[in-house]
């Protein structure tokens, strides 16, 4: 149990970027843009062991995962698209209205999407990505998936037909990031790639960034949860395993001012942990990657959540709502026992795509704002261009570039 000060130093090292491994993803992107298919071909059999025979599923398997699968699923997948639609929806930016200044508001042509798959098939992953792109009005949404030995799950096949991708293909890792950043003879070039991956595709889109534009750095998941000593146990050991169960790599954070619970709460940790189906990967990950911090008083909590910038932060205290104008670096916010964790990776609405690594400091979780873009316009009247024109010119001057105080000088002169 740490805390907050010798927790400080600790989190501070962890966030850095792994430059051993940053330079095995520069290999594979750097394979990839030279050999194209042929990379993908050989990588899928080095890192997934699965050979293909082509990389392209049909959209007539799309369409018949969707018949295929059962039917509680298939329900469970249109309840979530029409929760992800809505809320999406209704936190759309629009055109600016028209006038001497204002701004545009432009769909992205063509996105690639990362749906994960390598140790569970992210099948809600589809929805929030894919729906958000179709909200946002883009024309072209390509999903890439890690290859399986029976061919691509049929609930991400499923969700794509829901969502209306109009292409997949199956490669994963760093692989399939250099594949939609740079294309090969098969997977078209795409201009942003969004959705979340393990440290290898969250690497990989760190490094293309700028040649193509990137949602955020959404890596290995995590956990804050903030508790006091009116919070049920087993909720919070519950949610801290569903984390863990993601990756080794998955981090866990559990605050608290009091240590009989944080206590409490490890062992109902440790007792459920071995039930679960994933236990080697959630012991794994919880003997590595978590923090316990025992605060003194409620503002050196909130300084404390601030300071990890989670992924997800979860409040189930008293007074949990007391806490949403005070966490400014939550990837996402969740408050009180009804809002668990879960159920925004599932179905609540808004997307699961979320910063990572401390990243939250600075980027936001995924919308269909992401797959917008804007331009300012400038139309100016006459009145405004002359009243604008001479500070301008002056600050052209100040610049040492003459020609753009002639370029406004030239009209002023006209306009006299
Ligand atoms: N932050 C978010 O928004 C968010 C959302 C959902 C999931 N996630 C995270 O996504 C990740 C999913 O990970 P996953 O592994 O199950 O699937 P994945 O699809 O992200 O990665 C699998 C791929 O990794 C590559 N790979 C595996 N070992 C490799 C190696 N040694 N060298 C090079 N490449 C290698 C393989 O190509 C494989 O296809 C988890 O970390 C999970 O926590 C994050
Ligand atoms: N918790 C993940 C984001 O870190 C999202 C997810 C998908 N499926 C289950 N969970
Ligand atoms: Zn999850």
Redesign the pocket.
């Known amino acids: 149990m740490y805390t907050f000060d010798s927790f400080k130093e600790v989190i501070a090292s962890s966030n850095k970027t792994d430059w051993d491994?940053l330079k095995?993803?520069m290999t594979?992107i750097q394979t990839v843009q030279e050999s194209k298919d042929q990379a993908l071909y050989d990588?899928?059999e080095?890192?997934?062991n699965v050979k293909l025979d082509t990389l392209e599923v049909m959209q007539t398997d799309l369409e018949s995962a969707y018949h295929d699968i059962e039917d509680d699923l298939r329900a469970a997948l249109e309840l979530a698209y029409k929760n992800i639609w809505d809320y999406q929806q209704s936190i759309k930016i629009s055109d600016g209205e028209a006038s001497e200044l204002y701004q545009k508001v432009h769909p992205l042509n063509r996105v690639g999407v990362?749906?994960?798959?390598?140790?569970?098939p992210?099948v809600?992953?589809v929805l929030?990505t894919a729906v958000l792109a179709k909200v946002a009005g883009v024309s072209e949404i390509v999903v890439t998936?890690?290859?399986q030995q029976n061919g691509v799950n049929q609930a991400i096949l499923a969700a794509c037909h829901i969502a209306k991708v109009d292409r997949v293909f199956q490669?994963?890792?760093?692989?399939?990031i250099a594949a939609l950043a740079y294309g090969t003879e098969t997977v078209p070039a795409v201009d942003k790639i969004a959705?979340?991956?393990?440290?290898?595709?969250?690497l990989a889109k760190k490094m293309v960034y700028g040649d193509v534009g990137i949602d955020?750095?959404?890596?290995?998941?995590?956990i804050v949860i903030v508790a006091d000593d009116t919070t049920r146990a087993d909720f919070v050991a519950y949610d801290l395993l569903a984390?863990a169960e993601?990756?080794v790599?998955?981090r866990t954070f559990l605050i608290s001012e009091s240590k009989e619970k944080i206590e409490e709460i490890q062992r109902k940790v440790n007792e459920l942990a071995g039930e679960q189906p994933r236990a080697a990967i959630i012991k794994t990950s919880l003997r590595d990657h978590h923090y316990s911090v025992h605060t003194v008083d409620k503002a050196e909590t909130i300084d404390c959540v601030n300071f990890i910038a989670g992924?997800h932060v979860s409040i189930q205290t008293k007074d949990a709502s007391s806490y949403i104008d005070q966490i400014n670096t939550a990837?996402a916010l969740f408050i009180g026992d009804c809002s668990p964790e879960a159920i925004g990776?599932y179905i609540a609405g808004p997307?699961?795509?979320?910063?990572?690594g401390g990243t939250a400091r600075f980027s936001s979780?995924?919308t269909v704002n992401d797959f917008l873009r804007t331009n300012s316009i400038i139309a100016l009247k006459k009145e405004s261009f002359k009243n604008m024109a001479p500070g301008g010119m002056r600050l052209a001057l100040e610049e040492s570039l003459q020609a753009h105080h002639d370029s406004l000088a030239c009209r002023m002169e006209e306009n006299k």
């Open positions: 491994k095995q993803v594979i990588y899928s080095t890192f997934d990362y749906v994960p798959g390598g140790t569970a992210l809600s992953t929030m998936t890690p290859p490669v994963g890792g760093a692989q399939a959705g979340p991956g393990n440290q290898y595709v969250a955020s750095i959404a890596g290995p998941s995590e984390q993601h990756d790599l998955a992924e990837g990776d997307s699961h795509v979320l910063p990572t979780g995924l």
